[in-house]
């Protein structure tokens, strides 16, 4: 089922977003996450927020990295069966985070920082929270499209998808500037870098 949030949601994933990736830029750039593991975590998420946008693009450029058919089809049934061994338990976290909108138990993400080490972790998190923002700018969009050729789309509202636009062109750019000069903060104060390993 399409899951289709308003501005205040959506300005939460964006912001989750933007807290986290440098982490995930880290982890590629360390080889803790490559190409086809990302993409099977968006495949994941995609799957619990339901979004056909960015089912339609994950599957294209998963097929595109060598993944499967089957197993794409499988993830996008929320089937997990055949994904890499190493790879399942980031899955499950993030499906989890995905249908807790991100108030994960606190134990789960223990688990995955225990399991896979605190950068790991962390490149997995970041992965999780770009495709929640995705999803959810996906079926905000595609809602408001359904509702340009007569077909709303259950559990949205004009006023819902106008206030998500209003968040994208005013909004945004705030946010922007406040991600870029986070990430400066934390490279003049290292302990700054930390803080968000255990929340």
């Avoid at 060598?66 to 069966?81: A, F, H, V, Y």
């Amino acid at each position: 089922m399409k899951r289709i949030y308003g501005a205040r949601v959506n300005g939460a994933l964006i912001c989750d977003f933007l807290r986290s990736a440098g982490d995930m830029r880290r982890a590629r750039k360390n080889g803790d996450i490559d190409e086809r593991f990302i993409k099977r975590i968006m495949l994941a998420v995609t799957q619990v927020n339901g979004c056909a946008l960015c089912s339609w693009f994950h599957t294209k450029e998963a097929l595109r990295l060598g993944i499967p058919q089957n197993e794409i089809s499988r993830l996008l049934k929320g089937d997990m069966d055949g994904v890499p061994e190493e790879q399942a338990a980031a899955l499950v976290y993030a499906r989890h985070y995905a249908d807790t909108l991100g108030r994960v138990d606190a134990g789960a993400w223990r688990y995955i920082v225990n399991l896979y080490g605190v950068r790991k972790a962390l490149g997995i998190r970041a992965a999780v929270r770009m495709i929640m923002a995705g999803n959810a700018q996906g079926n905000i969009w595609g809602a408001f499209a359904s509702r340009l050729k007569g077909w709303p789309e259950a559990g949205s509202s004009l006023a819902k998808e106008l206030s998500v636009f209003a968040l994208d062109i005013f909004g945004v750019p705030f946010m922007l500037v406040w991600a870029a000069y986070s990430a400066l903060i934390r490279r003049i104060i290292p302990a700054c870098a930390v803080s968000d390993e255990i929340s």
